[in-house]
């Protein structure tokens, strides 16, 4: 399959490289990584069965006027606009969402004319240097349409990223798999990125009644949205990822630690301008939101 990898940072260059083993993978990165990718290939580090290994997909950082079978479209949320915007220029027969947050499919399905898929990642990465990426934890994808139900494009996909030795997924329930990893990431992502700990910290006091704190809001949001995410379930869901990537470094914690721009738009003020539609009161996640956008704010990057 020809696929488009649009926003090759660390996970989108980890997910490019994985099935770039079996496919026909361009990836749309920054200067100087696409460079290194071009001139050395790209090297997936890490300590699971498989790594290392290198492999020499087509790098970019034009992402206009491409076409593929598929574009997994990897950027930041605030980048989604700007992301489909390019994409538009060029043709594809399907498009799938791996992003963090929420809002990013229909953001794309406004502007595209293709399918739009929704996907989750459990896998860690961190790109350590141009042309080099480090998988920090092994997981899966799961995907589907983003309104749920059964779609033939999800079926394909799914076959592409399983081919390529991807534990993949495919699910008729995206829209409650979506909203339980809103709810692990509100969780974990800026409780960590505030505190500067890894993930493990969130199970541990004090940070754990906040972090479950910000979970159980979510999933009140999210039946407020018609959508049948119960307490108990987000914070199970909390608990094992946070058990599981125990070591890993939160993509908001990376953010806040080189000093960019986070997701928390898409993530906890989400949940609170959701909230503030159907008239709820989530003061935990309002109070992160405030916090990592005053941090923003003070380094000037919003």
């Not at 020499?56 to 992301?83: H, I, M, N, Q, Y």
């Amino acid at each position: 399959m020809e696929i488009v990898v649009f926003g090759a940072g660390s996970l989108g260059s980890l997910v490019g490289g994985l099935l770039a083993r079996e496919h026909d993978v361009t990836l749309v990165a920054r200067e100087a990584h696409a460079r290194a990718v071009r001139e050395s290939g790209l090297t997936l580090e890490g300590e699971a069965a498989g790594f290392p290994f290198t492999v020499s997909p087509a790098a970019t950082t034009d992402g206009t006027g491409l076409e593929a079978e598929l574009a997994v479209v990897t950027v930041k949320s605030f980048d989604t606009a700007a992301a489909a915007d390019a994409l538009a220029t060029g043709s594809f027969d399907v498009v799938c969402s791996l992003q963090n947050g929420m809002g990013n499919e229909e953001t794309l399905a406004a502007r595209l004319e293709a399918p739009i898929l929704a996907a989750t990642a459990t896998y860690g990465a961190i790109l350590r240097e141009p042309g080099v990426v480090a998988c920090t934890g092994v997981g899966e994808v799961v995907l589907g349409a983003r309104d749920g139900g059964p779609a033939a494009a999800a079926d394909r996909v799914g076959e592409a990223f399983a081919t390529a030795g991807i534990e993949t997924t495919v699910a008729d329930d995206m829209p409650c798999r979506l909203w339980e990893k809103l709810a692990v990431n509100a969780g974990i992502n800026p409780v960590t990125a505030l505190a500067r700990t890894e993930n493990g910290a969130v199970l541990e006091a004090d940070a754990t009644d906040l972090s479950r704190a910000a979970a159980r809001e979510t999933a009140r949001v999210a039946r407020a949205c018609d959508v049948g995410l119960s307490n108990r379930e987000a914070l199970a869901a909390l608990e094992s990822v946070a058990s599981e990537t125990a070591a890993n470094t939160s993509s908001m914690h990376q953010d806040v630690r080189a000093e960019r721009r986070t997701e928390i738009d898409a993530i906890n003020g989400y949940v609170v301008d959701r909230a503030a539609e159907r008239g709820l009161e989530v003061p935990t996640n309002r109070a992160l939101t405030s916090l990592v956008r005053t941090w923003e704010r003070e380094l000037e990057l919003r």
